[in-house]
Structures are given as C-alpha cells and as structure tokens.
Nanobody, 115 residues
Framework: QVRLVESGGGLVQAGGSLRLSCAAS????????MGWYRQAPGKQRELVAE???????HYTESVKGRFTISRDNAKNAVYLQMNSLKPEDTAAYCC?????????WGQGRQVTVSS
C-alpha cells in the first residue's frame, strides 16, 4: 500500500509564492510518474505539472514560467513551487504518484490567491 502525504498551500496575495510538497511512503517499488493536479469550484480537474520517469517534465500552458515541479528521489517526494500566483490559480491541488504505473492520490491542499 502506498500513502501520499501533502503539505503546504494556503492563502496568499496575488503575486506571491507558495510551495506544495508530497511524500510517498509504504511499499515503493518504482515511481514511474509524479504530478500535480488542481480543481477549482465548478471546473474540471486539470493536470498542472508532471515528471515522467525518464525525467521529462510537462506543464499546463497557464503556469509555464511561474510554477516549477521537482522531485527528491531519496525521499520519494515531489514539490510544486508556485510563483507569481494569480487569483485564477485558486483551487484544490492534489498530488498524483504512479508506482509501477498504478496511480495514487494525495488528500489535496487548498491554494487561495486573493486579488
């Protein structure tokens, strides 16, 4: 069983920064993908950023140049540094980790950006 524990997020003014962390524990054989999703009220969940096992990184267009995803293999952790935050970034953010291609989800962290 794999467990994901998230931390970070919160309330910030527009232009500010926040950081999200997600650490996987349990039976970790091989992490094949790590990513962050978000869902705003009344909107569909969207992929924000992901790191694939080969190291390839993808961002959704709206966060390019502002958000940075990174991972710490020794800690089985993934991070999302969010800079220049905008009110439209307000959402519940959730990490997603694939262990041997099986997806696991964190509990979600709220990010609220005030204008």
């Amino acid at each position: 069983q794999v467990r994901l524990v998230e931390s970070g997020g919160g309330l910030v003014q527009a232009g500010g920064s926040l950081r999200l962390s997600c650490a996987a524990s349990g039976i970790i054989s091989r992490i094949t993908r790590m990513g962050w999703y978000r869902q705003a009220p009344g909107k569909q969940r969207e992929l924000v950023a992901e790191i694939i096992s080969g190291g390839e990184i993808h961002y959704t267009e709206s966060v390019k140049g502002r958000f940075t995803i990174s991972r710490d293999n020794a800690k089985n952790a993934v991070y999302l540094q969010m800079n220049s935050l905008k009110p439209e970034d307000t959402a519940a953010y959730c990490c997603n980790v694939h262990v041997d291609y099986v997806p696991y989800w964190g509990q979600g962290r709220q990010v609220t950006v005030s204008s």
